[in-house]
């Protein structure tokens, strides 16, 4: 059973524009949960960490919240760029050490076209 | 600058055939692992590593094995490659809290 679900599946925006990505979890405990970026063909690349209740954070035109007794996670990007164009993928660590295990959602595709 | 290399960046095997998929890391991480990527899912564990020498199965370890003979080494190898493994894998080193950097990736193709 998946226990990372990600919407939407896939977005397009124009150039400018602002979007908002959705990640939804199940997994207990949650100890963090991060954004990863993937281009096409490219390995992940972290975008930011959440790891306490009601975490908010920020990383130039992305923004991040995390709500755990919702188990709900948002990414929010600002004046959205061509090279946003990507795989956006939401992982929920189960445990604070590398003891812990990794869940991955499917992620979500944004195009963003001019 | 701290890193996870992958090689090869892709390959063609042919069923039945022996493939073995190298990672290399220079972050001094003791934790390494393998996953794989299926389109429109996320990736799954393979095998993992705590220390040189020592690998564990993750997940999806079946047809499958792993070697980490040094700590910045882990290589997965596939003894007889199947069509179901044709999948992107990835490789990740970590610390012991959340800090994980993934390679860039190998794309393999079994015919």
């Known amino acids: 059973k998946t226990q990372v679900e990600q919407s939407p599946q896939s977005l397009v925006v124009r150039q400018g524009e602002n979007c908002v990505l959705q990640?939804?979890?199940?997994?207990?405990?949650?100890?963090?949960l991060r954004w990863f970026k993937q281009d096409t063909g490219k390995g992940l690349v972290s975008l930011t960490v959440l790891v306490h209740e009601n975490d908010k954070t920020s990383n130039g035109r992305y923004s991040a919240t995390l709500d755990k007794d919702a188990k709900h996670s948002t990414l929010h990007i600002t004046a959205t760029l061509l090279d946003d164009t990507a795989t956006y993928i939401c992982v929920v660590g189960d445990r604070g050490s590398a003891l812990g295990r990794l869940h991955f959602g499917a992620g979500t595709q944004l195009i963003v076209i001019p | 600058e701290a890193a996870v290399t992958q090689s090869p960046r892709s390959k063609v095997a042919v069923t039945g055939g022996k493939v073995t998929l190298s990672c290399h890391q220079t972050n001094n991480h003791d934790y390494m692992y393998w996953y794989r990527q299926d389109t429109g899912h996320g990736l799954r564990l393979i095998h993992y590593s705590y220390v040189a020498d020592s690998t564990e199965k993750g997940d999806i370890p079946d047809g499958y094995k792993a070697s980490r003979p040094s700590q910045e080494n882990f290589s997965l190898i596939l003894e007889l490659a199947s069509l179901s493994q044709t999948a992107v894998y990835f490789c990740?080193?970590?610390?012991?809290?959340?800090?994980?950097?993934f390679g860039s990736g190998t794309r393999l193709l079994v015919i």
């Open positions: 990740a080193s970590s610390d012991m809290g959340t800090d994980y950097t």
């Open positions: 990640c939804n979890y199940s997994v207990t405990p949650d100890n963090h």
